[in-house]
C-alpha cells in the first residue's frame, strides 16, 4: 500500500510529539520497501519520514535505530560527515514508521555527480575510506552481520543457486556470474565495515563537500567491493576512477586490486537479487523489470565479449605481421658449403720433396700410432737409411709401423711392395681391424671395400 506524503505529514506528527508540519514533499527512496517524504514544521525545522511497505522493510528500520544508538557522539565526531537521529516512532500493525532529524545537504543525481567534477568525486571518495575506516567491533557488538572474505563468497553462490531456480536468469550471465565467484584468487580480501546500501539518494552535499551519509539499514561487515558498486552504474569509468583513487590515498589499507572488479559484479548481481525479491513478494512489476534489465545485460555482456574477441585476433594479426617483418629484414645466416675431405694422391717417384704439403687431407691407418713413413709401405722398416738420413715423407696413413708388421702383411697375401700405383695415384689404406689393404681414388672406397671414418688431424712435420 503506498502512502502519499500527506499521509506520511500526519504519522510524523504522531511519532514526534509537538511536530506540526508546514510542509511536505516526496523523497526520493528504494521505492519496493519504502515511501518517504521531507517536511518542514513551524520552527523552519526539516524532518524525513520512512514509512516500510512491507515486513521486511520495517525490520531493516529497526535494524538501522539499532545502528545509529551504537554511533556514540565520540564515533560520530570522528566521521567527516553528519549521521541522522531517529526522532520518533509509530507503529501501525507489524509496520513501524521513522521520523529522522534533518540532515544539511541536499541530494543530487548520478548523472549530476558524475559531471560535477573531480573534487565531488573524490569528497566521495573520502567519505567511502571513512565508512570502511569504522571499528569493526561497534558492527559485532551490535549484533549485526558480519563476513569472512570465504564466507561472503558461499553467500553470493547460495544467491547464484537461488537466483537460478527462478529459470528467468539468460544462461550466458548464469555461466558468468558462476566462473567469478568460482575464481577463488577474487575473492581474497579484508572485510571491512560496510555500508551495504550506498548510493547517490544516500548521500547529501552541501556545495561540494559530502555533508552527510543516510540509509544505514544494512550496515555489516563484509566486502567493500559492494560499496562501490552503485559507481558501476554511472557508466563513466573516468567518475569510478576518481572516486576510487581518493579512496585508496584517504585508506590506510593495502590496495585491493581486484575491488572495482567485484564492485562490477556486485552490480550486475543486484539485478538478480531484485528479480528474487519480487518473485518471493509475488510482484509482477518487480519481476517484469528485472527481466527487461537482464535481458539488457545479457546483450551488452554478449557484445562485450565479442569486442573482446575481435580485439584479441586483431592483437594475434598484428603480431604475426610485425613477426613477418622483423623476419624480412633480418639479415640471411652465413651458408656453409661441406664438402668431403679426401686424402691426397701420393707423391711420385721424382717429387720426394713435395710429398707433404703443410695442409691439406691425409690419409689414416685406423688403430696405429703416429709415426714416420717412407715412399713403399711394406719397405719402410727395412729400407736401410741411416739414422739422421732425409726419408720422403709421404700422405700415408698415420702411425710408426712395428717390427714385424710387414712379415705379418705378407703372410696375410698382401703385396707389400706394390707401393703407389703410377697410373692411379692411389696409395694402400690399411684397416686397422683386418689388415686388409685397398686402393682409394681420392673421393671414395671402392666397391666392396670397408672403411672407417675418424677425426681428421694434421700430420706432424718431421
Known sequence: MKRTPMELAAMASAAVPGLTPTGVAGSPDDAADFDAALLLDDAGRRWRVRSPKHLEASMRLETELLV?????????????????????????????????????????????????????????????????????????????????????????????????????????????????????????????????????????????????????????????????????????????????????????????????????????????????????????????????????????????????RRDSQARAADARAAEAAAAAVRPAAAKVTVVPIAPEAAPTASGADDAAPDTGSVSRVVGAETGPATENSADAATDGHEPGESEPVTARAAGTQQEGEADEAAASGVDTDSGNDPDTGNEPVVDGASGDGAPRDGNSSQPGTETTALPLTPVPDK
Open 68 to 308: 545509529l544508538r551504537t554511533f556514540v557522539p565520540a564515533v560520530r565526531a570522528e566521521l567527516p560527515f553528519a549521521l541522522p537521529y531517529v526522532a520518533g516512532t509509530v507503529r501501525q500493525g507489524e509496520l513501524c514508521t521513522f521520523v529522522y532529524s534533518h540532515l544539511p545537504g541536499a541530494l543530487r543525481s548520478i548523472d549530476a555527480l558524475v559531471t560535477a567534477g573531480s573534487s565531488v568525486a573524490a569528497e566521495i571518495g573520502r567519505a567511502m575510506a571513512a565508512i570502511h575506516a569504522i571499528p569493526r567491533e561497534l558492527v559485532t557488538s551490535a549484533d549485526l552481520p558480519s563476513y569472512s572474505a570465504n564466507e561472503f563468497r558461499q553467500r553470493r553462490l547460495n544467491e547464484l543457486d537461488q537466483a537460478a531456480t527462478t529459470g528467468k536468469i539468460p544462461a550466458v550471465l548464469l555461466r558468468r556470474w558462476e566462473h567469478a565467484l568460482e575464481d577463488v584468487s577474487l575473492w581474497r580480501f579484508k572485510p571491512t565495515v560496510v555500508h551495504g546500501d550506498l548510493h547517490e539518494d544516500n548521500i547529501l552535499l552541501t556545495g561540494e563537500r559530502v555533508s552527510a551519509v543516510t540509509g544505514w539499514t544494512d550496515l555489516r561487515v563484509g566486502d567493500p567491493a559492494d560499496d562501490f558498486a552503485w559507481l558501476i552504474a554511472a557508466n563513466d569509468p573516468r567518475f569510478t576512477e576518481t572516486v576510487h583513487a581518493a579512496y585508496l590515498e584517504a585508506s590506510n589499507d593495502p590496495e585491493d586490486p581486484h575491488l572495482i572488479r567485484r564492485a562490477a559484479l556486485s552490480a550486475e548481481f543486484a539485478l538478480a537479487q531484485w528479480l528474487v525479491r519480487g518473485v518471493a513478494a509475488e510482484n509482477s512489476t518487480m519481476v517484469d523489470e528485472a527481466v527487461e534489465m537482464l535481458g539488457t545485460l545479457e546483450e551488452d555482456v554478449l557484445a562485450q565479449e565479442a569486442s573482446d
